[in-house]
């Protein structure tokens, strides 16, 4: 069997933007991924943009199932409430329930009505508003967890709570993805967990965002790629092989489905799907 595949964007800053976007996805949408997710940043009109992509994907691509990203903590929850009604009637179906980076979530005593926890803010989404939430997962541990225990705790309380799936942060090694699968499972956690996939469009980018994010950069990782900077022709094959050589490990394996960080760039993404020899799948509707 072949794959399932989704792929990740992020909502455009201007109209240049929105064009590369929109044509990214299209070009990507001849994949039959199951779904495209729209993330949501942390600026005041975050949670607008990633509604007003996920409206205009869903009009020129109706079969095309789209899943917003909600981080609970950048909303009050009557906001957060809104917006899950509004995706409703759009026909969306499955959401990425995570927390945000916020620098902190206020209580209810500073005035508003905040969830709690993303358990809180699952479990309304699936039980709630009948929707799918799919949730994050840390194969290097989440950097503000207190333990490695202490984040599969907590993803057993999100999955206990209604989530139907979870994606993975990115990894750079096919062991580290192996190893936290057989320990979510040895937990008894059943859901599907997808991996994480950040394609390499951009070394020194995806080496910060790694920094940021906790994912561990094995020794001699970015030497491998020294002529980059020399050669950005070669460099786009180097990268690909790389990223498809990671897939091609992981579906040995037993990994039947890939979610893509394509940073709103589809060329990388389609070299990797075309060297993964991927047969297009049928379409599910949103
Ligand atoms: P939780 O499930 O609440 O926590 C996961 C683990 O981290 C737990 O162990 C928890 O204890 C610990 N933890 C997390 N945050 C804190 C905190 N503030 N204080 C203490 N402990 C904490 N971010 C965006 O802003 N927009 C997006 O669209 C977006 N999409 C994402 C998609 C995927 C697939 C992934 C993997 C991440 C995404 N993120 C996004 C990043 C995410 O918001 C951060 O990783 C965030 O810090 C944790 O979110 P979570 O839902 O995993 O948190």
Redesign the pocket.
Known sequence: MPPLLSF?F?PPKNENAATRLHEAAAALSAWNPRFI??????DGS?LEG?FAVVQALRASHPTLAVAP??????ASRPTLRQSLQQYKQLGVRQV???????P??PTAAEGADFYP???EFVEDLAHGFGLQP?????PD??????SPQ??L???RR?VEAGATA?????FFQAETFLRFRDTVRAAGIAIPLTP?IMPLHDLKQVLNFAKG?GTHIPDGFSEQFADAEKDPHGYFEQASRHTVALCDRLRLEGVDGF?F?TLNRSAMVQAICENLKLQPRKPVAG
């Open positions: 990740e992020f997710s729209i993330t949501c940043g942390a975050a990633t990203h909600l981080p609970m903590s950048r990425v329930a995570i927390r945000g980076d916020a902190k979530i926890s993303t358990v799919i949730v994050a997962a840390y541990v989440h950097p503000l967890a207190q202490q984040d705790d907590h993803l999100k979870a994606i993975t942060q990115f994480g994010c979610h960080y």
